[in-house]
């Protein structure tokens, strides 16, 4: 395994928060049926390496740019029963790997 800096990971952190702060046609729903993460994912996992440092809204607005209410509002596209077919077999699949 390549090992790599804290430094660089936080740098390609918020370099992918910046592209899915940019890229509101990205669905969450998208993102989960393809990659079975969305920013509601990168929000609670920043949450948790905070230590308590940020409440799990605060993680998620941090990754959002925005509330999440206001995001939602503003970006969020209506579902479709295939994406959420998609999504739901790729949250099966990450049980799966216990992620």
Known sequence: MV???????A????????HL?????????D???????????L????????EGALSKEQGREAV???P???????HQGSVSPEQLAKME???SRNRELGL
């Open 43 to 50: 929000g609670d996992w920043l949450t948790e390496a905070s």
């Open 11 to 18: 740098t390609a952190f918020r370099r992918l928060v910046h």
């Open 89 to 91: 077999a790729s949250v």
């Open 68 to 74: 999440y209410a206001e995001w939602k509002a503003t």
């Open 31 to 41: 993102l989960m049926g393809l990659a079975g993460f969305c920013r509601n994912c």
């Open 3 to 9: 090992e790599y800096s804290d430094a660089a990971a």
């Open 64 to 66: 959002y740019g925005m």
């Open 21 to 29: 702060q940019q890229r509101t046609d990205a669905q969450n729903v």
